[in-house]
């Protein structure tokens, strides 16, 4: 008999996360009630795709009544703490969870965990080309399984898992923040502000962050960033084994990762080994030597051979709305990085290029600071496209243009696709174009994925 059998469970959001989890409670034998503000019309395909299983759908609002007899209450990831019916559950006294903490305490096999404020999701996919590099050579006959805040919530594979499978998982803050549970390796890439909306402070948002050590036991492995300060000072909650990576070499003999001379090193056991050369790494900018640095770490925590590691990091090319090349048009080439949702991110972004750049920025705030944007932007932007919700807020910080210091132009556009237009206006050969929002995509798409293919759509229409 499953553990599930006969529990009701309220399932709050019906995102991807919430589908799939409740979708895994009905198949053990709970009885799920999916609850979401959204109309029923607006749900009407989703409650088609649940509707072979025992899942009872509210609509509309957020009844407390749905808390009567209730035994356990799960959050999609966009849900906030301070949701009426959240705060009423927690007044109640009844256990909150999601579809990350359910899927540790069902998965049989070793997990991987990475968060951070930038980087998760190309750390965790190049972890998991690392990984199956590793298993082509020693466990063809098992898995490996990728997923997370990475797009693909993992609960709807844990039953085809096995023991000597391995899963590679993207956790957030919004799903940290209520688990209490911590996977076998946890990674730390970074500590930048971001999400202040939801959690209101810095110290509130590192709070959540670390949560991914806090369950952690004495076998367990962490890797952390001994470059960020705001990391290293969780190095005392570290309870197992630390390895730790930066650009530098360590002071010490200590488990880590650093870049030297154009080469890539792993430092662990007393043993120095060259990994590879910076110049095979297909990924452009700093910010991606950390990633890749990480997780070589990552790699190495987990056992995978020398060789699947080299293997793996010189047959990756980036993940989709990451840096992603969308294609040449006016002589220019156009870059589509939708998952910049925050202003640390677009900075990272213009970073990594050294040619002209027309930058396409905007989307919602999430309360962040622009400041340090803002004056990348008279560095390295020549010609300014702002959009969406944000707009006039990026160009208040940036203050007045001078036709004589960048940027030269500032155009501010309702929109997403008035401003690919406006991009397509001002370019000229040898131009970088970048859509790097530092802003979510959540005042006009669903998500920065929608964002990213509707402006990869709109590019290749240019003609």
Known sequence: MSRWDGKQVVMIGAARQGLALSRFLALQGAHVILNDRRSEEELRDKRDELAPYNITWVTGEHPFSILD??????????????????????????????DSQIFLEETPCPVIGITGSSGKTTTTALVGEIARQHFALRKPQHNVWVGGNIGYPLIQDVDQMQPDDIAVMELSSFQLEIMSQSPNIAAILNLTPNHLDRHINMAKYISAKSQILTHQSHADIAVMNRDDVRVRKLFPEVKGRQITFGLNPPYDKQDATYFKRGRLYLQASGQVAKIVRA?????????????????????????FSLQAIY??????????????????????????????????????????????????????????????????????????????????????????????????????????????????????PGDVVLLSPGGTSFDAFIDFEERGKRFKQWVKELT
């Open 69 to 98: 007899g209730t035994d356990l209450v799960c959050l999609s990831g966009g849900v906030p703490l301070n949701l009426p019916i959240v705060q009423e559950a927690t007044r109640r006294n009844i256990p909150l969870s999601n």
């Open 279 to 303: 110049d095979q790494v297909n990924l452009r900018g700093t910010h991606n030597l950390y990633n890749v640095l990480a997780a070589i770490a990552i790699s190495a925590a987990a056992a």
């Open 311 to 428: 293997e793996g990091i010189v047959a990756f090319t980036g993940v989709r709305h990451r840096l992603e090349f969308v294609r040449e048009w006016g002589g220019a080439a156009w870059y589509n990085d939708s998952i910049a949702t925050s202003p640390e991110r677009t900075m990272a972004a213009l970073k990594s290029f050294d040619e002209p750049i027309i930058l396409l920025a905007g989307g919602r705030d999430k309360d962040l600071p622009w400041q340090d944007l803002a004056a990348a932007i008279h560095e390295k932007v020549d010609h300014l496209v702002l959009f969406g919700e944000a707009a006039h807020l990026i160009h208040t910080v940036l203050g007045e243009t001078d036709p004589e210091t960048r940027p030269f132009t500032i155009d501010i556009c309702e929109g997403l696709e008035e401003a690919v237009a406006q991009a397509a206006a001002r370019v000229s």
